[in-house]
């Protein structure tokens, strides 16, 4: 079966220090990967996706993610975190053929001033 | 539209009641999607379509929920005699192709609380 699973429900950061947000995969196959951002009370944003392209990958806002297969991770960095960066943060993957995603159970991610 | 729009923003219903949530696609976005979001952070596929076809509902509970999308007309999802574990925020998603590699686009959901 497929699945992502993340490994941290909550983690907090001061303004300004790197940001770590960890996401593994299972999967039998390379399978596509998102990074999806929820603020509250708001829909979902696509911050990166990896498509077997390159495995470093950059998004929106700063943020990047490193596919490892040998880790079968996909974390997702950013070297300075700001106050706008609060938020909830999902790893996503994406199932062959059906095409619907498949979602981790989400990051809520804190910055302090 | 360049973005997924949904409506109502939020639904109140009691239990036993009729929910009908509506969603525009993307114009030009062939596939859209169905998400159940409960507890806030769980995430269910409901159902997809490709155009007006549905394309995979196997995540649809298909005794009270069903989902059309038909042309020129948003689409919908309908949840006949509501229940209170039907409470979530369900978000509707477009995309322009086929393919896991195909990113999907959100809208910012509906709320629907059953009482």
């Known amino acids: 079966a497929q699945s992502v699973t993340q490994l941290d429900s909550h983690v907090s950061v001061s303004e300004g220090t790197p940001v770590l947000l960890r996401c593994n995969y299972s999967?039998?196959?390379?399978?596509?990967l998102f990074w999806y951002v929820q603020h509250p009370n708001k829909g979902l944003q696509l911050l990166l996706k990896?498509?077997?392209?390159?495995?470093l990958v950059k998004g929106i806002n700063g943020f990047e993610a490193e596919f490892k297969k040998s880790e079968t991770s996909f974390h997702l960095t950013k070297p300075s975190a700001h106050m706008s960066d609060a938020a909830e943060y999902f790893c996503?993957?994406?199932?062959?053929?059906?095409?619907?995603?498949?979602f981790g159970t989400g990051t809520r991610l804190t910055v302090i001033p | 539209g360049e973005e997924v729009a949904q409506t109502p923003k939020h639904l109140v219903r009691g239990e036993g009641q009729k929910a009908k949530l509506y969603c525009a696609p993307i114009?030009?976005?062939?596939?859209v999607f169905w998400y159940q979001q409960v507890l806030k952070n769980e995430f269910k596929f409901l159902i997809s379509?490709?155009?007006?076809?549905?394309?995979?509902e196997t995540g649809m509970p298909k005794e009270r929920f069903s989902a059309k999308c038909l042309p020129n007309s948003p689409c919908s999802l309908e949840i006949q005699a509501t229940k209170l574990e039907d409470s979530a925020v369900y978000f509707c998603?477009?995309?322009?192709?086929?393919?896991?590699?195909?990113?999907?686009?959100f809208g910012p959901g509906t709320r629907l609380t059953v009482l």
């Open positions: 998603a477009s995309s322009q192709f086929q393919g896991r590699y195909n990113e999907q686009f």
């Open positions: 999967s039998s196959y390379s399978p596509s």
């Open positions: 990896y498509t077997s392209a390159a495995t």
């Open positions: 996503v993957g994406s199932q062959t053929g059906a095409n619907n995603l498949f």
């Open positions: 114009k030009g976005h062939s596939y």
């Open positions: 379509f490709q155009n007006e076809n549905v394309f995979d």
